[in-house]
């Protein structure tokens, strides 16, 4: 699933680009997501630590993935994704040309697909931060089986 895959792309990515990693992972209430779901929010994931990789200089990743339910049915997803390498200018970025872009976008594109949102912060210096929240009211809520 999802969450094994992330784990494992972190640790990879982790041992080849030399820098320290956690992923944390929370599902209080064990919710299953949709196989899309799963997918898109991976593919929003794996293109941040890419991001990270290629750009960053980081020497710490850490990767926070929250599962809950919201009100009348469904679940949120909420993935944190923070780095504390060199930092870039966010809205410089943003508005350049699209080749110097295309990760950010394709990344706010996903999310959008699936009804969620990317917010990406950075201090030039000190880090980034990517923030993914996708949330369905009419996601399937039944738990998943474990053997």
């Known amino acids: 699933g999802m969450e094994t895959a992330l784990r494992r792309d972190l640790e990879l990515l982790s041992q080849n680009a030399g820098f320290a990693a956690t992923f944390r992972s929370t599902n209080p209430e ?14 929003i ?28 049915g469904g679940c949120c997803v909420s993935v944190i994704i923070q780095d504390d390498g060199k930092g870039f200018d966010v809205d410089a970025v943003l508005a350049g040309p699209v080749e110097g872009r295309f990760g950010l976008l394709s990344m706010q594109e996903r999310a959008r697909l699936m009804g969620g ?30 053997s």
């Open 45 to 72: 994931v794996h293109t941040a630590l890419t991001n990270i990789v290629r750009h960053a200089d980081a020497q710490r990743v850490d990767v926070a993935l929250q599962t809950r339910p919201v009100r009348h």
């Open 30 to 43: 064990n919710l299953s997501l949709p196989t899309e779901m799963e997918v898109g929010i991976y593919r």
């Open 117 to 146: 949102e990317v917010t990406v912060e950075s201090i030039i210096g000190e880090g980034s931060s990517v923030l993914i929240e996708v949330t369905k009211a009419d996601w399937p809520r039944t738990a998943q089986t474990t």
